[in-house]
C-alpha cells in the first residue's frame, strides 16, 4: 500500500495534452480525474488537504483531491510571446503553481511572480518581468517561482536574462530581495534554518552552502558533486 494517493501528468486516453492522472494507495488503480481541452501546464498537490492547484490555457484553477468541485482562482492578464535573438522563446504565460509549506498560499508564475490567498480569494504581485521593447531584448529579465523556504516566509526566485540566469529570495511580506547569486543551478533546497541553501552547480564542483539573505556561501562538500537533485530532510 501506498501512504497517499500520487497525481502525475501523462497525455490523456484520448488525447495527446498531459492530463491529471491518480494512482489509487492501492497502487494499482490508474484514473485520469482532468479533462481538459487545452491539457494541463502544471500541478501542485496541498501538503494541507490535498487539494489541487492546476494551470490549464490561461487559467489556474483548484479541485478536490478527486480532480472534481473545480474553482478558478487566478486568470492571466497577457499572453504575448517574445522571441530572442538567440532563438530561446520567452512567454508570459501561466505556469508552476507551488503550494507554500502550510497550504495556505500559492505562487504562480504570469509576467512574474503571484502570491495567491484561496481561502480569502485575493492575490497580490510579488516581482515583475522586465519585458522591454523589441529592440532592446537583451534587458529582459524573467522571474520565476522556485522554492518555498520551509517557515512559508520566503521564495526562491529564478531570474533569466538573454545571458544567462542568477537566484534570489523574496521575502513575502515585505517583498524584499535576499541576496543574488549567479548559480549555474543543477538544483537547489532549503536548510531548515529558513536562511541557508544547499546548492548543486553545474559550474562548479562540489555541494555548496548559501546564504539565502546575506550572500555568504562555502563549500560544503567538495566530494559531492549533485547534477540532478539537491535534497534536505
Request: hydrophobic share 40%; aromatic share 14%; charged share 15%.
Given at each position: 500500500m501506498l501512504p497517499a494517493a500520487i497525481y502525475f501528468l501523462a497525455p490523456g486516453q484520448s488525447s495527446e495534452v498531459d492530463q491529471i492522472w491518480r494512482l489509487e494507495r492501492d497502487g494499482k488503480t490508474l484514473r485520469q480525474i482532468s479533462h481538459q481541452l487545452e491539457g494541463i501546464s502544471g500541478l501542485d498537490v496541498s501538503p494541507r488537504d490535498g487539494q489541487l492547484a492546476f494551470t490549464s490555457g490561461e487559467r489556474l484553477y483548484l479541485a478536490d483531491p478527486l480532480g472534481e468541485q473545480h474553482q478558478i482562482l487566478f486568470e492571466a492578464t497577457s499572453s504575448d510571446t517574445w522571441q530572442l535573438d538567440e532563438g530561446w522563446l520567452w512567454t508570459q504565460e501561466l505556469a508552476g503553481p507551488r503550494w507554500s509549506p502550510d497550504g495556505s498560499q500559492l505562487?504562480?508564475?504570469?509576467?512574474?511572480?503571484?502570491?495567491?490567498?484561496?481561502?480569502e480569494n485575493n492575490s497580490y504581485k510579488l516581482i515583475e518581468n522586465h519585458i522591454p521593447p523589441p529592440e532592446q531584448l537583451a534587458q529582459i529579465v524573467i522571474h520565476q517561482a522556485n522554492e518555498w523556504s520551509p517557515n512559508g516566509e520566503r521564495i526562491l526566485?529564478?531570474?533569466?536574462?538573454?545571458?544567462?540566469?542568477?537566484?534570489?529570495?523574496?521575502?513575502?511580506?515585505?517583498?524584499?530581495?535576499?541576496?543574488?547569486?549567479?548559480?549555474?543551478v543543477a538544483d537547489v533546497a532549503w536548510r531548515n534554518d529558513n536562511?541557508?541553501?544547499?546548492?548543486?552547480?553545474?559550474?562548479?564542483?562540489?555541494?555548496?552552502?548559501a546564504d539565502a539573505i546575506l550572500g555568504d556561501e562555502v563549500i560544503f562538500s567538495a566530494e559531492l558533486d549533485p547534477q540532478l537533485l539537491v535534497g534536505w530532510p
Open positions: 505562487t504562480v508564475n504570469q509576467n512574474g511572480v503571484w502570491i495567491i490567498d484561496p481561502l526566485v529564478r531570474q533569466s536574462y538573454s545571458s544567462g540566469h542568477s537566484w534570489l529570495s523574496v521575502n513575502i511580506s515585505d517583498k524584499s530581495a535576499g541576496a543574488n547569486f549567479a548559480w549555474d536562511q541557508h541553501t544547499f546548492v548543486g552547480d553545474w559550474g562548479r564542483r562540489g555541494l555548496w552552502l
